[in-house]
């Protein structure tokens, strides 16, 4: 007697959310957001550096399991106008940039930054208000929760900012964009 077998059902994808960063510290805060909101995020880091196309961006995907909704991020620091208008260029992914650096949209999290600033001063304010050393790739426990926590603070903060001005930083979409992927 045979034994009746289900059909292998398929397995489901869900939709990836791709991030090719430029940095060590910003693929640190990406590992953050996938912890926060546990949804599937790829990230891809700085490899090609500045370099990247939209082909390296099909290739880096190339082989992996796609969904028609997955969705391409860049993430990238503001500072070097010339690497924003390239990677304005390309269509298929949101650009995702700070100006001057990542370090703008953590300090968003303690404050409202509306002047002018550097990187350097960045850094240097979250030494200040996080009451130790804050060194680039690594988000210690108290930066951490600081970012969990502030959150929408910075979310809100951000959108009151004119993009690719100093100060500027439109990680507030891929936040939402994160959310709405986490209610759905």
Sequence with gaps: MTSKRNAPRRKKINPHYWVFCEGETEEAYVQLLRSIFRIPIEIVP?????????????????????????????????????????????????????????????????????????????IKQLCNRNKNRYKKGLIDPKLESKLTQCLQKACARSKQLTLFENPSSNMHLLIEELENAKQN
Aim: charge should be positive; charged fraction near 25%; glycine fraction near 4%.
């Design 46 to 122: 700085k490899i090609v550096g500045n370099k990247i196309t939209q082909r390296f961006i099909n290739n880096s995907k190339q082989g992996k399991p796609q969904h028609p909704k997955d969705k391409d991020f860049l993430m990238y620091d503001g500072d070097v106008p010339t690497v924003i208008e390239r990677l304005k260029t390309i269509s298929s992914a949101l650009l995702i940039t700070s100006n001057p650096s990542i370090e703008l949209w953590f300090l968003l999290h303690y404050k409202n930054q509306t002047a002018h600033i550097s990187s350097e001063e960045c």
